[in-house]
């Protein structure tokens, strides 16, 4: 065939896939109104980086002039909000057990008492694990005020004992700790989770629309009339079809891009170039698979449900939140065939911490071996538009 | 109203695809989530040491580190560059460093600073290291101080050293293990979806083999709408209600996740959720038009549900559209209800809140699905 008459042939299989693309609603929606809904959606979330002014209680039964300080002084801080006062601990529980407070502070009777007698009071916190990031969070807060509360006295007593001030501090806290969170300082929760769970839901919506869009050609029996169209050739039935839906793919995957790294600015530590074509990666690559696993099976429904399973999972076996090095040693090693598994790690290492491309080569390859998957099966994919039949 | 439960019974098991989200994936998906998050907690997480002390207290404090449960010292270097190659090449999640003047600044009664740099890619990486680090130092920190103050008594030390002492009690999930907090409310977001899709797929069908894509058939006309809609119903509980206490009790005691609930508790939360549910995916079905739009119009919804159910992000954190949004969909409330239930020990009594509104919304879908359903020829003749 010749070179004119390849173009001609793929030029036509594009222009009728751009017409089904504009005539269908479904795909206006799942290509490019689900997704922006999506990425408005969690970035908008979880916007303040960090939740604030979590509700918490209290049961205070010592009610002297040092709790109510200390309880002032951490009604300041940031995340914790008190919202009410209880008069014993079961009715704190059972304020919990309802979630109107994430956690409260127990100051026993007579602390300010003891305190000033040195029998050193204890305090305590009751904070709910179950709503494990206000729990961790509150709890983090509280231990602050305490041991601050605890330097307050400790330190009015030592000066009284004639040790300067440099003494005092080396005496409350002799080892102090300097903790750097490498790239995201503020231990934002927006950049930790929009920038992975976004672009894995947009990757869930390439593999449906793939599957989706090949399965329906067979199931409204056109298969065969884009065959023709395509000269017989597979590769420019399957380049025709795919091309414009990569192009609209990759434009909403790189305004995501835009909106997170320069209209919100979230840390990057490397050029604008390659993150867009780590974004064209990904969504070819998540294409490249839904067509594999559609030529494995050639339904609708079972493409839809396996490319449906592959992306849901992603969200936890890529290990964005629980690291995959803590899975059992057969997930870890299943987590690899995922695009988005690759995908996460391209983007910690290469985008937020901006470290050199040799050290990610293997997921960049494991990402390139994804887009060849078709390749293997274009034959089988030929058998498959010519005879098969869908059977409702 | 029999004949159509029947009917759509027949039609359930002879549909592949419904099968797939009615029995497999309730099956198999719970039991795969709950296998990826089993291991609760992060430990041993492998960190560099920078030691430009080189004392016996530097190797006291490395030794202390060691032997924490969430802390591994994975490698020693000369200096933090080479350490950090360590991260790059994803050996390492950690950085301590001990500076030089360490064990000088202590000796001479001077507070000295031990930093930790943490490599971001996982929040739970920077808790486990952070939560190592701060217990050792403040362990080792009162050791030392009460060696510096020279007071009469060990007892009289201690007080000088920390007057106000403290006790942190962790509720509900003691471990605070990741799978523990998540699982329960994934699971009823499995029951939810699934519920959607599988009847959402079958609406499709009917959708699609009926003449004039019509909901429903002329010949069942006479049963009435109410009838067609009940009997429709009865069919998706009593199959999946076995799904659901599968999913609800067998699961997490399979993985041993926390189970305060009892069987009663339960079925009280399952009825008016599974209802609330059936009825809102038979008024969604009016969307479909095809049988396989529902996979690509609910599934992407998972993990915004999850999000604004108040589980992974607190609920006083959510603006007040997200909570309004949250309180279209049953998952919400089912969640809350099963968490706090099942997680938390609450008793029926303290989410009277969540069934009532899993009791109206089963009423105000039933009725919206009446309306839907009603077939506008109808009308008119």
């Not at chain 2, 106000?164 to 979806?193: D, T």
């Not at chain 2, 508790?265 to 009825?279: D, K």
């Not at chain 2, 989410?351 to 077939?375: D, H, M, N, S, T």
């Amino acid at each position: 065939m010749s070179n004119k008459r390849f173009i001609q042939s793929l030029f036509r299989v594009m222009k009728r896939e751009v017409d089904s693309l504009v005539h269908a609603p479904i795909y206006w929606f799942s290509m490019i109104v689900f997704p922006l809904f999506v990425i408005f959606f969690f970035s908008e979330l979880m916007n303040e980086g960090l939740p604030t002014d979590m509700p918490v209680g209290v049961v205070d039964l010592d009610n002297s002039t040092t709790s109510r300080k200390l309880l002032r002084n951490y009604d300041a801080f940031q995340q914790s909000h008190i919202v009410a006062h209880y008069s014993d601990v079961n009715q704190a529980r059972r304020a919990m057990q309802k979630c109107e407070i994430y956690a409260f502070m127990y100051i026993p009777q007579n602390m300010e008492r003891d305190l000033l007698a040195s029998r050193q009071p204890k305090i305590s916190f009751y904070y709910n694990n179950s709503v494990l990031l206000a729990g961790s969070l509150i709890y983090k807060e509280m231990r602050a005020i305490s041991t601050l509360g605890a330097a307050s006295v400790g330190s009015a007593k030592l000066q009284a004992k004639g040790l300067t001030q440099r003494q005092i501090k080396s005496v409350l806290q002799p080892i102090a700790t300097d903790v750097h969170a490498i790239d995201n300082p503020m231990l934002n929760y927006n950049i930790a989770l929009s920038t992975t769970i976004i672009p894995a839901c947009l990757a869930l919506f390439v593999l449906l629309v793939t599957a989706y869009s090949l399965g329906i050609e067979l199931k409204k029996n056109r298969a065969k009339t884009w065959m023709t169209m395509a000269e017989n050739k597979v590769m420019i039935a399957l380049a025709g079809k795919f091309i414009p839906q990569t192009v609209i793919f990759t434009l909403v995957v790189w305004f995501y891009q835009y909106w997170l790294f320069v209209h919100l600015d979230f840390p990057h530590n490397c050029n604008f170039l390659l993150i867009m074509i780590v974004g064209l990666t990904l969504v070819v690559a998540a294409q490249c698979f839904a067509i594999f696993v559609f030529s494995l099976l050639p339904t609708l429904r079972m493409s839809m449900s396996i490319c449906a399973l592959w992306g849901v999972l992603s969200f936890s076996i890529s290990g964005f939140t629980y690291p995959v090095t803590s899975m059992s040693p057969s997930l870890q090693i299943l987590s690899n065939l995922f695009p988005m598994r690759h995908y996460y790690m391209i983007y910690q290492m290469n985008i937020l911490h901006g470290y050199s491309l040799h050290y990610s080569w293997m997921y960049i390859v494991a990402l390139l071996m994804f887009m060849m998957l078709p390749l293997f099966m274009l034959s089988r994919l030929k058998k498959i538009f010519y005879k098969y039949v869908y059977l409702p | 109203m029999i004949k159509i439960f029947l009917n759509e019974l027949r039609r359930i098991f002879s549909d592949s695809g419904v099968l797939i989200f009615f029995i497999v994936v309730p099956l198999l998906y719970p039991a795969l989530y709950s296998w990826l998050y089993n291991n609760e907690v992060v430990r041993e997480v492998p960190t560099v040491v920078v030691d430009d002390s080189k004392s016996s207290l530097s190797r006291e404090l490395i030794r202390r580190l060691n032997a924490t449960p969430d802390l591994n010292v994975a490698a020693y270097e000369e200096n933090i560059d080479e350490a950090r190659q360590h991260i790059m090449r994803q050996e390492a999640r950690g950085i301590v460093y001990i500076p030089s003047s360490f064990a000088a600044d202590i000796h001479s009664h001077r507070q000295t600073t031990v930093s930790l740099y943490v490599d971001m890619s996982s929040m739970l990486y920077y808790k486990s290291l952070l939560t190592s680090l701060t217990n050792v130092t403040l362990d080792m920190g009162s050791d030392i101080s009460v060696a510096m103050l020279n007071s009469q008594t060990a007892r009289e030390e201690q007080i000088a050293a920390s007057p106000l002492s403290y006790e942190a009690v962790p509720m509900f999930n003691p471990g605070g293990g990741y799978g523990c907090f998540l699982i329960p409310a994934v699971l009823m977001l499995v029951i939810h979806q699934t519920l959607i899709l599988g009847i959402g797929l079958a609406s499709g069908t009917a959708r699609e083999k009926n003449s004039g894509r019509k909901l429903v058939l002329r010949e069942d006309a006479p049963f009435g709408i109410a009838r067609i809609i009940l009997g429709k119903t009865l069919c998706y509980f009593m199959v999946y209600f076995v799904m659901a206490c599968y999913i609800t009790m067998a699961i997490p005691r399979i993985f041993n996740f926390i189970q305060l609930a009892d069987f009663w508790q339960i079925i009280a939360i399952l009825v008016p959720f599974m209802l609330a549910t059936i009825f809102f995916a038979l008024a969604l079905s009016c969307l479909m038009q095809q049988r396989e739009h529902v996979m690509l119009i609910i599934i992407f919804t998972s993990v915004p549900l999850l999000f604004i159910s108040g589980i992974p992000w607190p609920v006083s954190s959510l603006g007040a559209s997200f909570k309004a949004i949250s309180y279209i969909f049953p998952s919400t409330f089912g969640i809350n209800a099963f968490v706090k239930v099942n997680s938390m020990g609450a008793s029926l009594g303290d989410i009277v809140f969540e069934l009532r509104a899993l009791w109206i919304q089963a009423a105000v879908y039933f009725l919206l699905a009446l309306y839907v359903w009603k077939p506008k020829r109808w009308t008119q003749e």
